[in-house]
């Protein structure tokens, strides 16, 4: 596979899936071979507007085909488990649009048949990848702003109720926390790692999920991460590591961020930017095929690992948030990847 391109089935012909494939089909050395959906009517318009030459009428389809190297997992994010699942007994490697699974129980169990049958796997975290982001993670490694001691992350945008959407509907795991509060969970887990205490606050909406949510990660070293997800309002969505000898401001949206500013004390400050290529989506390609082409399982800009255990804080976050339309809405997170 050193030589030859990358060959990616889509799994899924929504608005996701229709942006990573743009994003592929300018990319040099990949390629879109197949498509696949559950009705063989969406996956041919898909397949026609994308000019790509397979539409599988089934995700079974898509799995077992040969000539596909790797999958990208594009449903709605209760149906990762078992579709990413149909593909590793297929065969194929998986890249699973984020959260990965909706539980750290489904997300460990995917990563076992992984490594069990020998595939790379790894969470659509497109943030990870990011020219600015991977920027930032050199920045604080060699102590550009010293010891971290506050992170603060924030995702919230307007969206109007509707209780038959996914994401207000409790049992399609609606709600901000696995939506979109997974961008500054993971972002304060990338810098400041496992968190020692969770706290969370949340206003729930009519149908029960979170709509307004704070959080507060604490950790043995002193600092702390400050963390906002919602669904009711456009917030800033911008991001801010404080350290001991400076702060770095990454520029909104901080998960897929152009720009970023490092304040050093006693410095100017000084501001990194950069164009993004395409939609943004073409950087966690390249790190799928560079592991591909290297025989790799994962990667480890975003270790399987993590990936579950950040799931697991998710976990923790949404039982802080409580009362029973919250405990049915956990319940349902976990039928939704049922085995």
């Excluded at 969206?159 to 399609?172: G, I, T």
């Excluded at 149908?207 to 070293?221: E, W």
């Excluded at 720009?259 to 006693?266: K, L, Q, S």
Aim: proline share 6%; hydrophobic share 45%.
């Amino acid at each position: 596979m050193t030589d030859t391109p990358i060959r990616w089935g889509i799994l899924g012909t929504g608005g996701i899936a229709r942006v990573f494939t743009e994003d592929l089909l300018r990319l040099p050395g990949h390629e879109v071979v197949a498509v696949g959906s559950r009705a063989t009517g969406t996956a041919e318009a898909f397949a026609a507007r994308h000019g790509i030459g397979r539409a599988h009428g089934s995700y079974e389809d898509l799995a077992a085909d040969g000539e596909v190297d790797v999958v990208y997992v594009a449903t709605p994010h209760p149906g990762h488990h078992p579709a990413a699942l149909r593909c590793l007994e297929g065969g194929r490697a998986v890249l699973v649009e984020k959260p990965f699974t909706t539980t750290a129980a489904d997300a460990e169990h995917l990563i076992a048949v992984a490594r069990d049958r020998g595939l790379f796997a790894m969470e659509g975290m497109w943030t990870r990848f990011n020219p600015v982001i991977s920027r930032l993670r050199a920045l604080v490694a060699d102590g550009a702003i010293g010891e971290i001691q506050s992170v603060y992350a924030d995702f919230s945008f307007a969206f109007a109720f509707d209780p038959a959407h996914r994401l207000w509907a409790p049992e399609l795991a609606g709600g901000a926390l696995l939506d979109v509060g997974v961008y500054p969970v993971s972002f304060a887990w990338m810098l400041l790692g496992a968190p020692d205490t969770v706290q969370a606050t949340s206003a729930p909406a009519p149908t029960g999920v979170d709509a307004n949510t704070g959080i507060l990660l604490g950790y043995a070293s002193g600092a702390v991460a400050l963390l906002h997800c919602g669904l009711m309002a456009d917030s800033p969505q911008t991001a801010t590591v404080t350290g001991t000898k400076g702060r770095i401001e990454v520029a909104a949206p901080f998960f897929r961020p152009k720009a970023m500013t490092v304040h050093r004390a006693g410095a100017e400050p000084e501001t990194f930017t950069t164009e993004i290529d395409g939609h943004g989506y073409t950087y966690q390609a390249a790190e799928v095929a560079r592991c591909l082409r290297a025989g790799a399982l994962e990667s480890p800009l975003m270790p399987l690992g993590e990936t579950r255990d950040i799931l697991g804080t998710l976990e923790t976050i949404a039982a802080l948030l409580g009362g029973p339309a919250q405990a049915a809405r956990l319940d349902g997170l976990r039928a939704s990847g049922s085995r």
